[in-house]
């Protein structure tokens, strides 16, 4: 389904919803003040009713027909919202994004494969281990004097090896105490879409992924 049939039908769905709201907050103040008329028109002469019950009552329907129209309102923004949603998604079809994950990728042009890491802080020494699907460590990539934040590595293969699947394993240390390391990996964005509301990306390689979860685009 195109975005310009996700926008109208969801515009069409709103407008229907919004309209359907106010027709009914509009009987109920209908309602309301039929009410009230006949209340005072047989109300007891001898003890009428004051300004102030006049007045309270009136305030309860302005109440509730104020709270309706911020409803309609904020109902409007969240399909406004889902829309630019959609459109902002839109553009990410095609690129890379850096999210968290232990995938390697592979350069096209070098055959070399790559990944990221985040370190929570500076580390004298960080090792990344290169695995394949069978769990077998194929080599490492050695780093030192890395700060903490976001570090990226590559490694060449031997010639013959089989790129497809290959994962990484980073341990960083800063002298004899460990730091934490969080893997970071490319993926490509193949489609967008909304779930409850929230923008989802069909990745590659990770499947769909809440939009929320992506650190960086390419």
């Known amino acids: 389904m195109s975005t310009n049939a996700i926008s109208g039908t969801t515009g069409a769905s709103n407008a229907a919803g919004t309209q359907s709201a106010t027709a009914a907050a509009n009987e109920a103040s209908d309602r309301f003040l039929k009410l009230l008329v006949t209340q005072m028109q047989n109300q007891d002469p001898l003890n009428p009713m004051d ?6 009552q009136m305030a309860q329907i302005n109440t509730v027909t104020g709270i309706d129209k911020l409803n309609n309102t904020v109902a409007g923004l ?3 919202l889902a829309q630019m949603q959609m459109l902002q998604g839109a553009s990410l079809v095609g690129r890379a994004v850096l999210m ?7 350069n ?9 890491y985040e370190l929570a802080s500076s580390a004298t020494k ?19 004097g890395k700060p903490s934040g976001r570090q990226s590595f ?5 010639e013959g090896t089989d790129t497809k699947n290959l994962t990484f394993k980073v341990t960083a240390m800063n002298n004899n105490t460990a730091v934490s ?3 970071l990996m490319t993926d490509l964005v193949n489609a967008v879409n909304t779930t ?7 990745l590659l390689n990770g499947g769909n992924t809440a939009y929320s979860k992506v650190k960086a685009i390419a």
């Open 78 to 80: 969240g399909g406004s």
């Open 51 to 56: 300004n102030a019950q006049v007045t309270s």
């Open 196 to 202: 409850d509301g929230t923008l989802t990306l069909e």
């Open 108 to 116: 096209a042009e070098t055959g070399a494969v790559g990944g990221g």
């Open 154 to 158: 590559e490694w060449v293969p031997p």
């Open 181 to 183: 390391a969080t893997p």
């Open 126 to 144: 960080v090792q990344i281990d290169i695995v394949n699907s069978s769990g077998a460590v194929l080599g490492s990539v050695t780093q030192a």
């Open 100 to 106: 968290e994950g232990n995938k390697l990728a592979v």
